[in-house]
């Protein structure tokens, strides 16, 4: 471990974790005690190849031989509270310390950019670049790391308490810590998913995306009174609107959480003016900043509609100004200007919520719609459109000219289809265009997917240009081919090349990580994803139109996370980078974004890479021999995935060897497991979620990884071995593409689960797994020229390190668990049930100590 880190986290959750034998709590010094021990016989026991069931039997026998069965089980319930709260302690610790580890003006800071664009004489661009330029940070209903409310709290008040080193409080904080529950007791809804982002947008973001703003116009000596680019940071918002596979997402779901958004920025709104008010206490600004203070509290809390747009909001507060200016010498002018910006970035409406919905679920509806209007003589039939090839259904959609607005739909399912299209005109009229203006359509396959959402919003709309954005989102292997294809096929469209027009000329794709990873592997599907950028920009200019990507990115390498900011700085000419767009999900939220500092830093980084890739001349970009290298490398990857996925063992293998089923029982999540409810595990169906989570929880983390090693491997025997290491000296994408896959290796732990290893039904196939991981180290090893996994990032590898450690009694305890309900004979059901609730149990350890797990 770096001496930095230690001294800044690992000596001080030490010394705070030894509080915890202090709490006044029963059994907590028994299970303190016993804790440490148990950690060194799992360390030791998975060392000597020992299965957690064999660790578990020897550490009773020697510690705890009396006990019966149920206290038995009851230690290691004690065990995972007490490692639950000893994460949740390292965070605290880890966020306190912050500033520390990470150069908060370094590589990838707003002050560095400056530093840059100055030193080149590129001020004046960078002001230019800044009126147009956007990041959307949108906020997913992927809720696998959301600690409770209260808990939030308290993780709050205990890092500042930690930064503060004030201990007596920090004791305190621990107790309360050991009181309160860590655990959702039911199933959270759509709704509850939303307001558990809202803790965030409105103690987080809210002051972080205005702290830049303003710093950035300040440090290009631009008045604030001059922002006039509303999305240089903006906010998407998924819970309440993704309605892919969810089916308790319903239109009732969405206007309730467009409202609670709308009330979160005003209440924000109404601190602030607060704040305001105790220092505007001139003649003339005092009434009239009360007044507004006002108007936004009976908004906020009374149902008030004294602004009717945020315009007139900051026109009200545009006239404070000018008295401020001419009768007072602008004092504390800059605190005005300051929340004037927040206005004009969060509007009335926070974050945009996003309609979602599967590209099959819309003809589904489409079909119940032409079968109830055909018996009223108003289309045709289901039937006579199927029959119909693409481009007539397309025609014929197009041409359609009837009311949905009043229209009383008989499918229960097609009616909701047409209010969510309906909700989204509500929602604008109530919070403003940016407070719902985009429809994203899962498994998009072909150009008709988009022109049937596009045609529901016109009639919704009773209009032929809509304001709003049809968004198709291109996720599996064979999607990402075509869809350069599909694009250029809509460009076609006269009628829907006339609203891309009059959208600003602009073009929302978005691209899935999580899907394509689990199609076609790691290498394969970040590649494809590479390869269908240069696709639609080539394509995109063609038609003179401005494509902006949307990246289903976040969470663990295996769903496109790892180094956001290298793999924006990292792309080149060939890929249209006018603005960053990506998803924030799991445990990324709280991780990256949950505190100012991070969340600041973590911002800052996406936004200098964007504003980096299309302002700063790029350097070492990608050859045409660099991309048939990788091209080659991403075949071979696919190949290898795919001799695992095709195997005969894989599904059942997950079905009966990992806590994927257990996934539906956690209470992380209001979305199912599978897309499909049907009986029996189908791989089609599964989400990506619990796919990736199922693999972290093993500490196998397939998708992060497998196929690399042999694809390596198969290069380097055909003599490119060299060109590979080159590649990765010169190319910053190559490296990030490898140094996101070493993350994942090094969280894998195959120790515990050697004991497969001689499994009569799953041994070969596990053996696969463990051979493709050593190959993958000790290939990726070479290729990077460094001695360890993670060595150029020591912080992130301690922390990665001293995480492991921490959880590492819950990864035995589940291992133990999984092997005896694979003896259902031994057990009786009380018992059977415990088990299945230990597995439960420690998912959530699992999952918040990795971060960044599913």
């Known amino acids: ?37 148990f950690q060194k016989y799992c360390e030791a026991g998975f060392a000597k ?130 009181k309160t529950a860590f655990i959702n007791k039911e199933k959270p809804s759509p709704y509850d998913e939303a307001v558990s982002l809202c803790w965030f947008l ?197 041409s359609l000219d009837f009311s949905i607005t009043d ?26 265009e940016a407070g719902c203006h985009r429809y994203v359509i899962s498994n998009c396959q072909k150009a008709q997917d988009v022109i049937a959402v596009f045609t ?28 350069g294809d599909i694009m250029e096929q809509l460009y076609q469209i006269p009628a829907y090349r006339e609203q891309v027009m009059h959208r600003g000329n602009k073009q929302d794709i978005m691209l899935g990580f999580s899907d394509g990873t689990k199609d076609g592997g790691y290498l394969r599907a970040n590649w494809s994803i590479f390869r269908a950028k240069e696709a639609l920009t080539t394509i995109s200019r063609k038609y003179d139109i401005n494509v902006i990507f949307f990246d289903g990115r976040g969470g663990p390498p295996a769903r496109g996370g790892g180094n956001t900011h290298d793999f924006y700085a990292s792309l080149g000419d060939t890929i249209e980078q006018k603005e960053v767009q990506i998803t924030i999900q799991g445990q990324t939220i709280n991780s990256n974004f949950g505190r100012f500092a991070s969340c600041k830093f973590n911002i800052e980084q996406l936004l200098s890479a964007g504003l980096q890739g299309s302002l700063i001349e790029k350097k070492n970009q990608l050859t045409d021999e660099d991309k048939a290298l990788i091209d080659d490398l991403a075949n071979e990857g696919y190949r290898a995935y795919l001799s695992l996925k095709q195997h005969e063992k894989f599904v059942p293998y997950l079905e ?86 070493m993350m994942s290796l090094t969280k894998s732990y195959y120790q515990a689960t050697a004991y497969l290893d001689k499994d009569a039904e799953y041994g070969a196939f596990w053996n696969k797994m463990h051979d493709e991981f050593l190959l993958a180290r000790k290939n990726v090893l070479e290729v990077s020229g460094l001695n360890g996994l993670l060595e150029n990032n020591p912080t992130i590898r301690d922390s990665v390190k001293l995480r492991e450690t921490i959880v590492l009694p819950l990864i035995a305890i589940q291992q133990y668990a999984l092997m005896r309900l694979a003896k259902p004979g031994e057990t009786d059901k009380a018992m059977e049930l415990r088990y299945r609730k230990l597995i439960i149990r420690c998912m959530f350890g699992i999952i918040n100590a990795a971060r960044n797990s599913a």
């Open 1 to 37: 471990m770096s001496s930095n880190f230690n001294n800044l986290v690992g000596t001080r959750y030490h010394i705070y974790n030894s509080l915890f034998l202090n709490l006044p709590f029963a059994s907590i010094h028994h299970t303190g005690t016993l804790l440490p021990l």
């Open 49 to 178: 190849g020992n299965s957690a069931e064999e660790i578990v039997k020897d550490f009773f026998n020697d510690f705890i031989q009396q006990a019966n069965a149920d206290e038995r089980l009851d230690l290691l319930f004690k065990f995972i509270q007490y490692v639950e709260r000893q994460v949740a302690l390292f965070d605290s610790v880890e966020d306190s310390a912050f500033e520390q580890i990470n150069d908060l003006g370094g590589k990838g800071s707003i002050k560095a950019l400056l530093l840059q664009v100055r030193q080149e004489g590129r001020e004046d661009e960078l002001k230019k670049k800044i009126e147009e330029f956007s990041l959307r940070l949108v906020l997913t209903a992927h809720p696998t790391q959301f600690y409770p409310g209260p808990v939030l709290g308290i993780l709050t008040d205990l890092e500042r308490a930690i930064r503060e080193h004030n201990l007596e409080h920090i004791n305190l904080l621990l107790k309360q810590l050991g």
């Open 202 to 398: 409105e103690n987080v973001f809210y002051e972080s995306i205005g702290s830049i703003a303003v710093q950035l116009q300040s440090a290009l000596n631009v008045s604030l009174n001059d922002f006039a680019n509303k999305r240089l940071i903006a906010i998407g918002f998924w819970p309440g609107g993704d309605r892919d596979g969810n089916p308790f997402v319903t239109s009732p779901i969405t206007l309730r959480v467009a409202d609670r958004l709308r009330e979160g920025i005003l209440k924000c709104y109404h601190r602030d003016l607060r704040i305001l008010r105790r220092r505007l206490t001139f003649q003339g600004v005092d009434r009239l900043i009360f007044d507004v203070e006002q108007a936004i509290y009976s908004m906020a809390f009374a149902g008030g509609s004294h602004y009717k747009s945020p315009d007139q909001l900051i026109e009200a507060l545009l006239n404070i100004r000018k008295k401020l200016i001419n009768e007072h010498d602008g004092l504390f002018l800059d605190l005005l200007d300051a929340f004037i910006v927040k206005v004009k970035l969060f509007g009335f409406y926070f974050a945009s919520l996003d309609i979602r919905q599967d590209s099959r679920r819309h003809t589904v509806a489409w079909n119940a719609l032409f079968d109830q209007l055909y018996k009223q003589s108003v289309t045709s039939n289901a039937s006579t459109f199927e029959s119909l090839n693409e481009e007539e259904r397309i025609n014929y959609l197009l």
């Open 407 to 432: 229209l009383v739909v008989e499918d229960e399912f097609a009616q909701e289809t047409v209010n969510s299209v309906k909700t989204l005109r509500q929602i604008q009229e109530n919070n403003g």
């Open 456 to 483: 529901l919003v016109r009639l919704a709309f009773k209009q032929s240009i809509v304001p709003v954005d049809v968004v198709p989102l291109f996720e599996t292997i064979d999607d990402l081919k075509h869809a």
């Open 656 to 741: 009966n060897k990992t806590p994927l089923t257990f996934f539906g029982d956690t209470n992380i999540g209001s979305r199912p497991v599978k897309r499909n409810g049907s009986d029996g595990l189908k791989f089609e169906d599964l989400r990506a979620i619990p796919f990736v989570g199922a693999w972290a929880m093993m500490k196998q983390n397939i998708p992060g990884f497998y196929g690399v090693g042999s694809a390596i491997e198969v290069l380097k025997e055909k003599g490119q071995a060299e060109n590979l290491q080159k590649l990765y000296q010169h190319s910053l994408f190559f490296r990030t593409l490898i140094g996101n896959s």
